[in-house]
């Protein structure tokens, strides 16, 4: 079965700084792979996704993320934090047998420090 | 980005209720999904609905659990009976005509607590 690892539950950064917010997954075909967001009490905002394509993904407000079939990772990424970037952000995978079906990981809140 | 509303926001209800959540999704949306988290655990599928019906359910949605689109645009999800282990957010997302199944947009959500 699918799923998805979110190695870090918190992870914390000053303003200005990288940040990175580790996926690995578990897939025995070959994945959908999504990043989103959630801001208090807003929904989830798709932040970018992976589809077979180029294995570096650009998303909106700078993150990027990188499919490393090899390492069976999707790392998020952003060269420099900003404020409004504290949220919560899920890494999601598709279900093999139904695209609908979305998989989740259990979400890293990230806090940005002044 | 096209925005899904949910409504009400919160809602706390006593055992055994029946509660109704509801969704609005963008107009063209033609795939519609719930999803739910538990306080502290994943964000996980319920239900996908296409052409007026179930296209996909878990094994979550049981038989307390029903959805709907009445109206042919506001699509809902009621509870007959709730139980303590319903409390959750619950999701609501849609996909545009023209859009990839994949690719689903979500609402802010609805609170549910069940006392």
């Known amino acids: 079965a699918q799923s998805v690892t979110q190695l870090d539950s918190h992870v914390s950064v000053s303003e200005g700084t990288p940040v990175l917010l580790r996926c690995n997954y578990s897939?025995?075909?070959?994945?959908?792979l999504f990043w989103y967001v959630q801001h208090p009490n807003k929904g989830l905002q798709l932040l970018l996704k992976?589809?077979?394509?180029?294995?570096l993904v650009k998303g909106i407000n700078g993150f990027e993320a990188e499919f490393k079939k090899s390492e069976t990772s999707f790392h998020l990424t952003k060269p420099s934090a900003h404020m409004s970037d504290a949220a919560e952000y899920f890494c999601v995978v598709t279900s093999a047998y139904n695209t609908d079906k979305l998989i989740f990981g259990t979400g890293t809140r990230l806090q940005v420090f002044p | 980005e096209p925005e899904v509303t949910q409504t009400p926001s919160h809602q706390v209800t006593q055992m055994g209720q029946e509660v109704i959540l509801r969704c609005v999704p963008i107009?063209?949306?033609?795939?519609f999904y719930w999803y739910r988290q538990i306080l502290g655990q994943k964000v996980e599928f319920l239900v996908s609905?296409?052409?007026?019906?179930?296209?996909?359910k878990s094994e979550i949605f049981d038989d307390q659990f029903s959805v709907e689109r009445p109206d042919g645009s506001n699509f809902t999800l009621k509870i007959r009976s709730t139980k303590l282990e319903d409390s959750a957010m619950y999701f609501c997302?849609?996909?545009?005509?023209?859009?990839?199944?994949?690719?689903?947009?979500f609402g802010p959500g609805t609170r549910l607590l069940v006392l």
């Open positions: 997302a849609g996909v545009p005509l023209a859009g990839v199944r994949e690719t689903q947009y």
């Open positions: 107009s063209n949306h033609l795939y």
């Open positions: 897939s025995s075909y070959s994945p959908s």
């Open positions: 609905f296409y052409n007026n019906e179930i296209s996909e």
């Open positions: 992976y589809t077979s394509a180029a294995t």
